[in-house]
């Protein structure tokens, strides 16, 4: 099995990445199966959970000879795995989705649970809220007062009733209140299944109870909440004291990557070589992109952005998972999407068509090359157009 670590991007162009994990550790959560979300960076220090035990470890960027630090208890098995953790400076503890297998991996329990981090030993976590089939996303406010979090159970999808929970902090404890329903009628924009909360302070949805899209289009900003720690947009820094959203959704097959101004009402998109964007995160002046295009395979780049936070000025791979790749473009098949009636009428089906693509061949007048037709089969995702190389062996290949 691969093993995943983490990656410190060069300080310089060019300069190579360096592994901050040790090599008897490996990164990754297996909670709710699909995992994600198994690290967080807080300043100079690492949380993350490590796949051989699915303890959480703590490790400083500053002091990397120092081996990781454990922080959850070692239950003799890998039976509790931990995920989309944050960390709260005011209680000093980490704060994350917990998935409890000790007793039963049918329906094991799912909460989440707060760590605390003074102790030299590692201790019990303590359960903060539980009693919901599934969380994501525990979020808190710039001054630890306040926690948001989503929330939903069976036999709900997270798009069908999905619940905003906000739980209130004190020194004297913890308690919590649903603020409002989240369905698929209401997440219009700013999809709940990635709470992002604004780091100048207060919670984005802050009226009366209501969940309010700050910018109307028709287009998908949502995915499924399968993976942990995935963000289909971040609040972006201003030095014009703007409320900048950066955000990435889809329309007729592609993705697109955009700058939101709340305030003004205005959706900026970015010229970037994605087709397809999977995550994004935010830097100093710039956006980290997970992503990939027809022809550049699953990446993560750089995007610099100009100080009126309206222009991609400079785009830049920092990792490939193959970056050779741009020598063979030529032979790499470019999809291209149709639309064709199905059998119910005034539906329509989609599908990505891979024509052949070899310079060095060409097929004989009249023959047509053999057709691969693929179904994807889940109702609640879809084929993207990133770079695959099987399809460009293959091609011509259909793919619904």
Not at 200 to 217: D, F, Q, R, T, W
Request: hydrophobic content about 35%; some cysteine; glycine content about 6%.
């Amino acid at each position: 099995m691969l093993r995943e670590v983490l990656v410190l991007e060069p300080e310089n162009p060019g300069g190579e990445p360096v592994d901050i994990t040790p090599k008897e550790f490996g990164v990754r959560t297996l909670a709710q199966e699909y995992g994600g979300g198994a690290f967080t960076v807080s300043g100079d220090a690492v949380f993350f959970e490590n796949y051989k035990d699915q303890r959480l470890y703590k490790q400083f960027l500053s002091s990397l000879d120092v081996p990781p630090v454990p922080l959850t208890p070692d239950y003799g098995r890998s039976v509790v795995s931990y995920a989309d953790g944050i960390f709260d400076a005011h209680f000093n503890r980490y704060v994350c989705v917990r998935e409890d297998r000790r007793e039963s991996s049918l329906n094991p329990p799912a909460t989440i649970a707060s760590i605390a981090l003074g102790s030299k030993d590692a201790q019990e976590p303590e359960v903060l809220v539980g009693g919901s089939d599934f969380y994501a996303f525990p979020r808190l406010d710039s001054k630890s007062e306040k926690i948001a979090w989503i929330q939903w159970s069976h036999p709900n999808m997270p798009w069908d009733k999905s619940e905003l929970w906000v739980g209130y902090i004190s020194e004297n404890g913890f308690h919590a209140e649903r603020y409002t329903y989240v369905s698929v009628l209401l997440v219009v924009i700013l999809h709940l299944w990635s709470l992002q909360l604004n780091p100048s302070g207060p919670l984005m949805i802050e009226s009366e109870n209501k969940v309010l899209p700050v910018y109307a289009l028709d287009a998908v900003f949502a995915r499924p909440s399968w993976i942990f720690g995935m963000n289909s947009y971040v609040f972006v820094q201003s030095h014009k004291q703007r409320n900048l959203i950066a955000c990435s959704y889809r329309q007729q097959g592609k993705s697109y990557l955009g700058i939101i101004d709340v305030q003004g009402s205005k959706l900026t998109v970015l010229d970037i070589p994605f087709t397809d964007v999977d995550n994004i995160t935010s830097g100093n002046e710039c956006l980290h992109v997970e992503g990939a295009s027809t022809v550049q395979p699953s990446s993560v780049a750089k995007v610099t952005i100009d100080d009126d936070k309206s222009k991609a000025v400079d785009f830049n791979i920092i990792w490939s998972s193959s970056p050779d790749s741009s020598k063979y473009s030529s032979y790499i098949s470019k999809p291209e999407l149709i639309e064709f009636p199905t059998e119910v009428p005034g539906q329509n089906a989609y599908a990505y068509f891979y024509p052949p693509s070899n310079p060095s061949y060409r097929g004989s007048q009249g023959e047509k090359p053999p057709l691969l037709l693929e179904s994807h089969g889940k109702s609640w995702s879809c084929k993207e157009s990133s770079h695959t190389i099987s399809y460009s062996i293959y091609s011509p290949t259909y793919m619904m």
